[in-house]
């Protein structure tokens, strides 16, 4: 009886696990049964013979993977697509199953050069249709698609496989007559969970559970009604049964010990070229070719390019590969960048140029940026360039243009500058109907500052998880030491703070800072300020009294009062004038000319008269006063801090301060050299600054008012 098509079939007599290409091969070399495993592959062959015809194929020794035929191409009509593998283990195979194609007469299409393609394995026909289901990101490369697509003239419909166990896609995809699809979607990553839900109504789709999943139930033979796998759990019997299929279950746990069961240990040679209703539309799949320049392998760049790419839903092939072998040389490498669709591609894209990765196009024309007017003031082009910190340059009528004023998340503006054009970054908000900005990622090339992981310390610092009194001294002792150095140039140093500053009793110690000439600005909001007030007229802090630790009575009123009493003299500098204030943070900006900028919050009690409670103007004076910094110190203020980072270009020195690794982390990994992070006591912190800038001594501050 041969209603249920036709197989190939490869009796496992040198079948065995004797290398380990998946992870369920692990721990079983040499652990198979040859004798379970010839009986259990002759109950699935009878199986089979009752409803198809069975060919075989003659098995060969040293290939023990042989058996796992499905591995073997692809065959629609009388074209065969032949596999060629991933791995070297199985590379053997590939001249025997050509051999056998070439017997059976079928016309042999090879995969595009470079590309890996491990047959019906990853590539599932959805029967009597023209559609192609492409399993890629394990065994076999997405841009071996586009081209079987033309050759076969079938629609390809990419599916991201995401984890390793299920490394071919007929582990865990099953397509079955009549339009529906057995599938398990933790296997599959967001875009191809979609693709499949787009294609397949919900009634035809049939979503297993873990445990079937992890039983190879989607590994299944189709044929004449029946559905023949490893496993399959009572749900998936039922499910099966109301779309009018048979369960069979055929255990093959010896082949499990290699990750294969019953799917994989047949090909489907007889499948019909179905009948085409118009166009097959084309393949959406993407590639372009891009050139990374550097120490690739010991900054960890290379690897963390190949990341991106995978994380993004692409696949890469590596073309070119030039290791710099001295110390000092750069090493090149070209890769294609395959992505299952043109908007996936340019994600893709975009974050491997903020990584400094260069497009670059066969012969290696540079092409121009794009550039569309935006729409309304305020709002961008749709596929509008987001910036990083780092300089980035703009290809404009065949030159490179440095863009001005380069800060994170904003987009980049091509304007005339006297007859010539220039480029700057502005943040969407500030855009003008009709300004030029470029849009996707042609054209643009960053250049980030990156650390040699010998050369920063402030990882290797944090990975300690709190750091140690001594290391924080030898720190602070050299930050120390640059802040002299910028004060001693006339250079500026803006210094961040929350009020943890004021509530671990920093304040006294950020004052004489300030008074001695080494804060150039202060940004904050509107608490830092109450609390500095709070501290300055009652020595407490929200309360607390800052000598003794312990809450005062009446103490809980001591910020409102703070609140009122500047308000009653119209700002801090009317309440300093007045001599109401006689010491503090603010007291020292008022005296000492120290511009500071309060930004406000929801949560803000008065707010104070100088808090700037439209944050756009916050960001903006923020903007203003970090501008052109040598330094920022981050002081315990998450927020404010990274809302600082953002509106700073790579190159200047940042440090950041907090007691939580996760916020010094955070705030620190710009991946640049040029930022130290330092996890401890804001106010110790503060205190050792201070010793180190007084030569050593632990100053009592003073708390009286006296200028400098
Ligand atoms: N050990 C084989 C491999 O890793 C198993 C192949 C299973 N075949 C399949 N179509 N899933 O390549």
């Known amino acids: 009886m041969a209603t249920g098509g036709s197989f190939l079939l490869c009796p496992p007599r040198f079948y065995g696990v004797e290398y380990v290409i998946n992870p369920w091969m692990e721990g079983n070399v040499g652990r198979v049964d040859p004798n379970r495993a010839a009986a259990q592959w002759a109950d699935l062959r009878r199986q089979l013979e009752a409803r198809a015809s069975v060919e075989l194929l003659e098995p060969q020794a040293g290939l023990p993977d042989m058996p796992f035929v499905a591995n073997a191409g692809l065959v629609l009509g009388d074209v065969f697509v032949p596999a060629r593998f991933r791995f070297a283990e199985r590379k053997g195979e590939e001249d025997h199953f050509l051999a056998w194609a070439q017997r059976a007469s079928l016309a042999v299409v090879e995969p595009p050069p470079g590309a890996s393609f491990e047959g019906e394995g990853d590539a599932l026909f959805q029967p009597g249709e023209v559609l192609l289901w492409a399993g890629y990101g394990v065994r076999s490369s997405l841009h071996a698609y586009p081209a079987i697509g033309d050759a076969l003239d079938v629609e390809i419909v990419p599916l991201h496989l995401i984890d390793e166990r299920f490394y071919h896609l007929d582990t865990c995809f099953c397509p079955l007559p009549g339009g529906g699809v057995v599938y398990y979607p933790d296997a599959f990553d967001r875009d191809s969970q979609d693709r499949i839900r787009r294609r397949v109504p919900a009634d035809k789709r049939i979503e297993v559970s873990k445990e079937d999943a992890r039983g190879f139930a989607c590994n299944a033979i189709v044929a004449a009604g029946a559905y023949i796998a490893n496993h399959i759990g009572p749900e998936l019997r039922a499910r099966l049964a109301r779309c009018g299929f048979e369960a069979i279950v055929c255990p093959l746990d010896e082949f499990m010990l290699a990750g294969g069961a019953a799917k994989c240990l047949v090909l489907h040679t007889d499948r019909p070229k179905p009948q085409r209703i118009g166009e097959v539309p084309p393949s959406s799949i993407r590639e372009r070719v891009v050139e990374l320049v550097g120490h690739l392998l010991d900054s960890g760049l290379m690897t963390q390019v190949l990341d991106c790419i995978d994380d993004g839903g692409g696949s890469f092939e590596i073309e070119d590969f030039r290791a710099g072998l001295r110390h000092d040389q750069d090493s090149v490498a070209r890769v294609r960048v395959v992505a299952p669709a043109a908007e996936r591609l340019g994600e893709i894209l975009e974050r491997l140029i903020h990584m400094g990765v260069r497009v670059v196009d066969d012969g290696n024309v540079e092409r121009e940026a794009r550039l569309a007017p935006a729409p309304t003031p305020g709002v961008a082009p749709d596929d509008f360039y987001a910036t990083t910190i ?38 969407m908000r500030d855009l003008d109907e009709g ?4 849009c996707g990622v042609e054209g643009v090339r960053t250049h980030p500052v990156r650390s040699s992981p010998a050369r920063d310390d402030s990882f290797a610092f944090m990975t300690a998880g709190v750091s140690s009194e001594r290391r924080v001294e030898l720190v602070v002792e050299r930050i120390a030491w640059e802040m002299e150095r910028i004060r001693a140039r006339g250079g500026r140093v803006v210094v961040v703070a929350g009020p943890v500053v004021i509530h671990t009793g920093g304040a006294r110690y950020l004052a004489r800072l300030v008074r001695r000439g080494y804060v150039q600005a202060i940004l904050g909001g509107n608490g830092l300020a109450v609390h500095d007030v709070e501290v300055s007229l009652f020595g407490t802090s929200l309360g607390v009294d800052l000598e003794r630790g312990a809450g005062v009575r009446g103490g809980h009123r001591h910020h409102l009062r703070a609140i009122n009493l500047v308000r009653a003299h119209g700002s801090i500098a009317g309440a300093v004038k007045a001599g109401v204030i006689q010491s503090g943070i603010f007291y020292e900006c008022v005296r000492n000319d120290v511009p500071f900028a309060l930004a406000g919050s929801i949560r803000d009690d008065g707010p104070l008269p100088e808090t700037l409670m439209d944050l756009c103007e916050a960001q903006a004076e923020y903007a203003r006063l970090a501008r052109d910094a040598d330094m920022i110190l981050m002081l315990s203020s998450m927020l404010h801090s990274i809302g600082t980072g953002n509106m700073t270009p790579a190159g200047v020195r940042l440090i950041c301060v907090d007691i939580s690794p996760a916020v010094v982390t955070k705030l620190a990994d710009r991946g640049s050299v040029e930022s130290t992070g330092i996890v401890t006591d804001v106010g110790l912190f503060l205190t050792l600054l201070d010793k180190s800038l007084s030569g050593g001594e632990i100053v009592e501050a003073e708390d009286g008012g006296s200028t400098c």
């Open 390 to 427: 780092f300089p980035t340059d703009v290809r404009v009528a065949g030159s490179w243009l440095r863009a001005e004023e380069q800060r994170m998340d904003a987009v980049l503006v091509v304007y005339d500058n006297n007859g010539s054009s220039a480029v700057r970054c502005r943040l």
């Open 435 to 438: 300004d030029l900005v470029v």
